[in-house]
């Protein structure tokens, strides 16, 4: 947890030049970023790299995503201090850990058991419950603890899937990559009205692996 005088630069570069230079504003998501300790997330022999913008191999074929979008998909979230956050797509933690530095109300979702163990044993010690992290297919949310302020999906569906909607508060936000290698994926932030209506914006092109679907996983 304590950085070294290089990381220390690489963390002041990344959140400069990766970050602020590319328009992410918002203070709390920039200590956020600064806070989390991105080599920790990442495999040993990965850690040189760990804190360059772009996403890495984190075993099993998934990435961690580069710390512009993860930062992008906080900011887009709008969280509120007390707001409850589903996350879908655990993977090595990294995005987890940094929702937790705005909101302790943070569940996530992640379909592989191994990657599931991996982040568990990295999370607890920085506050995530045990029961907030499980093994399962994401894609249908997590009713137990919905309705959610935002929920932030971090793998590419083809289309949105419809439960994430429903479990969203009125005002609530949904950052999620849709799309696939053919046609591209756009990131979009769905947002419901309180009437229960959905405003959706397109925000950048974006590439992330596929989300897994329900049928895939059972
Ligand atoms: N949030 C991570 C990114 C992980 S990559 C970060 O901070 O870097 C996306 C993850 O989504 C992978 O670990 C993959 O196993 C997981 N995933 C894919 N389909 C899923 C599904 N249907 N439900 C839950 N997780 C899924």
């Not at 998501?29 to 191999?57: G, I, N």
């Not at 710390?67 to 987890?96: K, N, S």
């Not at 005002?171 to 419901?192: A, H, W, Y």
Request: aromatic fraction near 4%.
């Amino acid at each position: 947890m304590n950085p070294t005088a290089t990381d220390r630069s690489a963390i002041e570069r990344m959140l400069r030049v990766h970050l602020e230079g590319r328009g992410i504003r918002d203070p709390r998501v920039l200590h956020a970023m600064a806070t989390v300790p991105r080599d920790q997330f990442v495999p040993s022999e990965m850690r040189a790299h760990a804190w360059d913008d772009a996403p890495l191999p984190i075993g099993q074929g998934q990435t961690i995503s580069q710390p512009y979008i993860v930062a992008l998909m906080t900011e887009l979230a709008e969280i509120e201090p007390g707001d409850r956050v589903l996350e879908v797509g655990t993977g090595c933690g990294y995005q987890t850990a940094v929702l937790l530095q705005l909101t302790p109300h943070v569940y996530t979702i992640e379909v592989r058991p191994e990657l599931a163990e991996q982040a568990r044993r990295r999370l607890e010690p920085l506050g995530l419950p045990p029961d907030h992290l499980r093994v399962g297919d994401g894609s249908r949310g997590w009713p137990e603890h919905a309705p959610f302020d935002a929920i932030l999906v971090t793998a590419a569906p083809r289309t949105v899937p419809q439960p994430l909607l429903e479990q969203l508060t009125p005002g609530g936000r949904l950052v999620i990559p849709v799309g696939d290698e053919f046609s591209g994926q756009q990131l979009l932030r769905i947002r419901k009205d309180q009437e229960g209506g959905f405003a959706t914006e397109s925000i950048i092109p974006v590439r992330f692996v596929p989300l897994i679907p329900e049928k895939q996983t059972d």
